[in-house]
C-alpha cells in the first residue's frame, strides 16, 4: 500500500500487488479484509504506518513484528524515556511537558540550550533547540499544534556531542543484525540531513561497547521483532540515548549494501518467523564489517527550487534525496560523496563567514586552503581574526553595508568570483540578514556552500589527504561498477557470479 507510486516503480516486479492508496486506518481496513491478509507490516514505510500501529491493532488487525504497544512504547516520547529510567539506559535529562511554567523551569534548572520533541512526528517536525526563555515559548505553541494528541517532552540538548546511530534486526527482543555508523556533524542536524560513516571511524571502543550494551536493553525491553534504529549523542564518558525507531530507518538500504547483506530480507525473516542463520548477519559482536573500504552517505537537497528559503541544517528535516559513495578511507569516500551530490571542486577564491566562537576550527580549515592555492575571502570580523592567527586573506563588505571601499560579498558571488561559500551561523550570530543573503545568494547561483562546521572539518582534511590541487581530484581514482567487479576477487564478491545483482 503506498500512495508515492514512485518508491516502486523501479522494482515494479518486487510486488505481487500494489494499492496506490492513502495510508489511512479505513484504506488500510478495506484492503486488509478485501485480500483477508494474514497481517499486516507497518515496519517498512517511514513514520505514518507506525503512527497506524495502535488504530489497527484496536481494529483487530494482527501488527506482525513487534507488538503495536511495544511501538507506541517507542514512539510516545514520555513512555519511551521513562522505560530508558527503568532499564538503566542513559539519556539526557528530561521531563514531560504540563505547563508553559513547568517547561520555562526545567530549562532554567538544565540551563539552556534545551531541545523540545513531540511525539509520534514526521521527520522532526515542529523539533526545535530552544537557547531562551522567549525562543522556549514559541516552540512550545509549535509543538503543541503539531502533536495535540501525544505528549511533548523537553531535554537537554547537549552541545558538541557526536551522534551515533545502529541500525538493526531484533527478533523476539534479540538484536541478531547490526551497524553502528557515525555522523560526520555534532548532533543537532536531523538524522536525514546528516553525513553518514560505516563503518565508524572516530568512535572510541568505549563509546562502542556501550551502544552496544544499551542497544540489547533496549531491544530486549520493547521486545522488538523486525527492524529498528537507534539514535546515541556521545560526549565525554557520556554516551546517551535519544530516540528509538521500531522500524527501518532511510539508512537500512546504505547499511545493507556496506556490510554485504540485506537487512531487510533479515527483518522479514524475522516477522514471519523464518529462520535467519544462513545469512551471515553481521552482529553486535561482529568488528571486521566491511573490512577494506569506508562508505558515506551524503545528504541532497532542493534549496533551489525553494524560493527564499534559508539553506541552513537543524533538528527538522530538510533533504530530498542521498547519495552513497565508497573510497579506501573515510575521506575519499566522503569526497567522492560530496562530488556526487552536484557539489563542485571550487577552482576559483573562497569566501569565509564564520561566527566568532568557532574561528579555532575555521582557521586550522582556512589555513589549510591556503596551503593549497586559494585566495581567501572574509567578512569584516573573520577576516579580523583570520589575519590575527596569520592567516592571508581579503577583507568583504557585509551584503547590507551599503557604500565601502570593500567589494561587496553578495557582488562577488553574484560575479562568480567565489567557488565555495563557507558561512557558519550559530545561536549567537548576530547580522542575521547578511549571513541569510549570503547562503541564499550562493544557492540561487550554483556556487557551492558549507553551513556546518564539521563538514568544513572533513572537507578540507580531504582535499588536504587526498593532495588536491586547486580545481583538481588528485587522489581520488572512480570506478564504474563494472571495472569493480572486474577487480574484485571472487573472495571479496558478495554474491554468486553467476547471480543477477
Not at 53 to 71: C, H, R, W, Y
Not at 181 to 190: Q, S
Not at 325 to 336: P, R
Not at 470 to 492: C, I, N, R, W
Request: aromatic share 8%; hydrophobic share 40%.
Amino acid at each position: 500500500v503506498n500512495y508515492n507510486p514512485e518508491t516502486v516503480s523501479t522494482d515494479y516486479d518486487e510486488c505481487d500487488r500494489l494499492y496506490f492508496e492513502e495510508l489511512s486506518r479505513e484504506r488500510v481496513l478495506d484492503i486488509y479484509e478485501r485480500d483477508t491478509s494474514d497481517g499486516v507490516v507497518v515496519s517498512v514505510g517511514g513514520q505514518i504506518p507506525n503512527g497506524l500501529a495502535i488504530p489497527l491493532d484496536q481494529a483487530g488487525v494482527k501488527i506482525m513484528g513487534t507488538p503495536a504497544s511495544m511501538i507506541d512504547n517507542a514512539e510516545d516520547r514520555q513512555k519511551f524515556s521513562s522505560a530508558l529510567d527503568e532499564i538503566g539506559v542513559q539519556q539526557p535529562r528530561w521531563s514531560e511537558l504540563s505547563s508553559t511554567e513547568s517547561a520555562l523551569e526545567f530549562a532554567n534548572d538544565v540551563g539552556y540550550p534545551v531541545l523540545v520533541r513531540p511525539s509520534y512526528v514526521l521527520s522532526g517536525a515542529a523539533m526545535n533547540v530552544a537557547w531562551s526563555d522567549e525562543q522556549l515559548r514559541a516552540c512550545l505553541e509549535e509543538a503543541a499544534d503539531v502533536s495535540q494528541d501525544h505528549p511533548v517532552v523537553i531535554s537537554d540538548f547537549i552541545e558538541g556531542a557526536v551522534e551515533i546511530e545502529m541500525d538493526g534486526v531484533a527478533k523476539d527482543g534479540e538484536i541478531i543484525a547490526a551497524a553502528i555508523h557515525e555522523h560526520i556533524e555534532n548532533a543537532g542536524v536531523h538524522s536525514g540531513d546528516a553525513t553518514l560513516v560505516l563503518p565508524a571511524q572516530d568512535l572510541t571502543a568505549y563509546q562502542k561497547q556501550r551502544v552496544r550494551d544499551a542497544s540489547r536493553k533496549i531491544a530486549k525491553r520493547l521486545n522488538i521483532t523486525g527492524p529498528l534504529n537507534i539514535q546515541f549523542v556521545a560526549k565525554g564518558t557520556d554516551v546517551m540515548c535519544i530516540e528509538c525507531n521500531v522500524r527501518a530507518s532511510r539508512s537500512f538500504p546504505f547499511v545493507s549494501k556496506t556490510m554485504g547483506v540485506d537487512f531487510i530480507e533479515a527483518a522479514t525473516r524475522a516477522m514471519v518467523g523464518a529462520d535467519t542463520d544462513v545469512m551471515n548477519l553481521p552482529t553486535l559482536e561482529t568488528r571486521n564489517r566491511p573490512e577494506n573500504f569506508v562508505g558515506v552517505k551524503a545528504p541532497m537537497f532542493s534549496f533551489t527550487r525553494l524560493r527564499g528559503s534559508d539553506p541552513v541544517l537543524g533538528v527538522e528535516m530538510a533533504s530530498t534525496g542521498e547519495v552513497a559513495c565508497y573510497g579506501a578511507t573515510k575521506e575519499e569516500a566522503f569526497m567522492k560523496s560530496l562530488l556526487s551530490t552536484g557539489f563542485k571542486m571550487p577552482k576559483k577564491n573562497i569566501l569565509f563567514a564564520v561566527q566568532d566562537s568557532l574561528m579555532d576550527d575555521a582557521t586550522h580549515c582556512a589555513y589549510q586552503l591556503h596551503e593549497l592555492g586559494y585566495t581567501l575571502y572574509a567578512t569584516r570580523e573573520t577576516a579580523a581574526n583570520l589575519r590575527k592567527n596569520h592567516v592571508p586573506c581579503k577583507v568583504v563588505a557585509y551584503p547590507t553595508e551599503g557604500e565601502s571601499e570593500d567589494p561587496n560579498a553578495i557582488d562577488l558571488i553574484k560575479s562568480d568570483d567565489i567557488g565555495l561559500v563557507v558561512n557558519i551561523p550559530t545561536h549567537k550570530s548576530t547580522r542575521l540578514e547578511d549571513n541569510f543573503l549570503m547562503r541564499r545568494t550562493a544557492v540561487d547561483f550554483g556556487v557551492p556552500l558549507l553551513t556546518n562546521m564539521q563538514l568544513v572539518n572533513c572537507f578540507t582534511d580531504a582535499m588536504y589527504v587526498n593532495n588536491m590541487k586547486k580545481g583538481e581530484m588528485v587522489g581520488l581514482h572512480p570506478q564504474t561498477l563494472f571495472e569493480h567487479y572486474a577487480s574484485e576477487s571472487d573472495a571479496d564478491a558478495w554474491t554468486n557470479p553467476a547471480e543477477y545483482h
